[in-house]
Nanobody
């Protein structure tokens, strides 16, 4: 079974930093691109960052470009999201995502980890 488990969320002050982790299992991690999404209250879920299998050619939503960095460790089956210079508008539940067929479905989401940026 495909499983994605996020961790690292919490309360942080504006301007602070946080690193999220997503531990993946149930598929060949190194063969798939990985993504981070987020959803704030009352807003649609949006793609935050995406990383290819090799770790190159990463993509970011404009609002986080220059502040967030997505990375992966294929040996550990883990994808990370380093968030610097956090702003209140970054407050959201952050989700790990992968598109991989496992015999039953293709889209797989973690349960999410809450990031709250507030003074």
């Amino acid at each position: 079974q495909v499983q994605l488990v996020e961790s690292g969320g919490g309360l942080v002050q504006p301007g602070g930093s946080l690193r999220l982790s997503c531990a993946a299992s149930g598929f060949t991690f190194s063969s798939y691109a990985m993504s981070w999404y987020r959803q704030a209250p009352g807003r649609e879920r949006e793609l935050v960052a995406r990383i290819p299998t090799t770790g190159g050619s990463t993509n970011y939503v404009d609002s986080v470009k220059g502040r967030f960095t997505i990375s992966r460790d294929n040996a550990k089956n883990t994808v990370y999201l380093r968030m610097n210079s956090l702003k209140p508008e970054d407050t959201a539940v952050y989700y790990c995502y992968v598109r991989v067929w496992n015999g039953g479905r293709m889209d797989h989401w973690g349960k999410g980890t809450l990031v709250t940026v507030s003074s």
